[in-house]
Structures are given as C-alpha cells and as structure tokens.
C-alpha cells in the first residue's frame, strides 16, 4: 500500500463547478499538508498548506484535513478553464527541510 | 528572482548509458531535492542535499547518485540506465530556517528517454 493514495482522474467539470479533490494517507506521523498544482510541462507550484487538523481558505480554495480519518481535500469553487491542471496532495512528517511524500495527481479539466 | 532551473529540458538516452542532470536552485536557498516523477507514479523522491551534504534518499538503487556543489547548484546522475528511469526528474530547493514550513520550489524538470 502506498503511503499517499489519490484517484487519478481524469476529472471534468464545466465552468463554475465546485471541484473536490481528495487524498488519503496511512502514516499518522504526517503533520504537513500540502497542495500542489501542475501545469502540463511545468514543474509542481505549491498551492496551499495546512498544519495538523483543520480548515483553511484562500480565494476560491478550501484545504481541508481530518486526521483522525487520515483524508485530506482540496475544494475549488467557481471552476475556471485556468484551474485545468493536475493536482498533487503532498504531505510531511514534520516542518524544515524534509522531503515531500506525493500522491499521483488528479487531471483536471474545466470545460468552458 | 529567477527560479529553480533545470538542464537539459530533454534527455534520449541508451540502454546502460549514464546520464546527468543538472540543477540550480533559487538564490538563497541551500536545499536541493531530487524527484521522479514516472507516469502514473506521482513524485517520488530520490535525494535532497543541503550545504553540500547528502541528507537523505529515497528508495532508489545506488545507481543513482548525486552532489551538490559549493553554489548550491546539483548534479543528478544516473548510471546503467534502464527502460524503466524513463520520467520527468524534478528539481525543488527550500531556504532553511523559514518556519513554520520550509516551501519546495520547483524547476520545470528534465524529461529523461531511454530506450
């Protein structure tokens, strides 16, 4: 079992759709979560973070963490046709430089 | 301020061949990670270097390897390459010390052929 497990997609939706992404994990040392977005020939751009349990908005993106169930989400409202990308749930034992464990991304596509 | 740049953009290489990628991280940072990123596989990490030290790797045969110079840029090298190292290599630096969580910038990445 992979430590970070999340549904590749693809993923469609119209413009104005409220997307949810999802990811779970298994290691309860995980403490960091991050979100990250790729566009097609670019390297990942982080997104939003969270620390431990929790809600966390920016614009039209919620981050949302459940420790206790080990389930993490990415809510984006108002779907834009520029939201297209893959997005990568990321998370990390603990703060400072440490290395980043990734699940596989989810393809998104906001259809005008 | 630049980014974290990576070269070549491509890479074909044989069957046994070694290849090397390299990495210059944003000004200011010290940390160099190393991922693959294989389709289908999401980023999984290989190598981060910090102050010209291997910190730590990831579940990847010695045949992978690395360094980081004194300017903070970094090699990736991969030698007997297999079909299987064909993927998209991933450069990220961070600046230590900026709590509470040290952001991984990344490069646009070398796309490693081998056929």
């Known amino acids: 079992q992979k430590e970070v497990e999340q549904d590749p997609g693809p993923l469609s939706v119209p413009e104005g759709a409220i997307v949810s992404l999802n990811c779970t994990y298994s290691?309860?040392?995980?403490?960091?979560f991050m979100w990250y977005r790729q566009y097609s020939r670019k390297g990942p751009e982080l997104l939003m973070y969270?620390?431990?349990?929790g809600n966390k908005e920016d614009g039209r993106f919620t981050a949302q963490v459940d420790k206790s169930s080990k389930y993490i989400s990415l809510f984006i409202r108002d779907s834009q046709p520029s939201d297209s990308a893959t997005y990568l749930c990321a998370m990390s034992p603990q703060t400072g430089a440490n290395n980043l464990f990734f699940g596989t991304g989810t393809r998104l596509t906001v259809i005008p | 301020e630049a980014g974290v740049t990576q070269s070549p953009t491509h890479l074909i290489k044989t069957r046994g061949q070694q290849a090397t990628l390299r990495c210059s991280p944003i000004?200011?940072?010290?940390?160099v990670y190393w991922y693959q990123q294989a389709l289908g596989l999401g980023l999984q990490f290989l190598l981060w270097?910090?102050?010209?030290?291997?910190?730590n790797r990831g579940n990847f045969p010695p045949r992978f390897s690395g360094r980081q110079f004194p300017n903070y840029s970094s090699e990736l090298n991969v030698n007997a390459l297999e079909l299987e190292d064909s993927a998209l290599y991933l450069c990220a630096s961070t600046q230590r010390g900026v709590e509470p969580y040290n952001e991984q910038f990344f490069g646009p990445g070398t796309r490693l052929t081998v056929l």
């Open positions: 000004s200011g940072h010290t940390s």
């Open positions: 969270t620390y431990s349990s």
């Open positions: 270097y910090d102050e010209g030290e291997e910190r």
């Open positions: 290691n309860s040392a995980f403490q960091y």
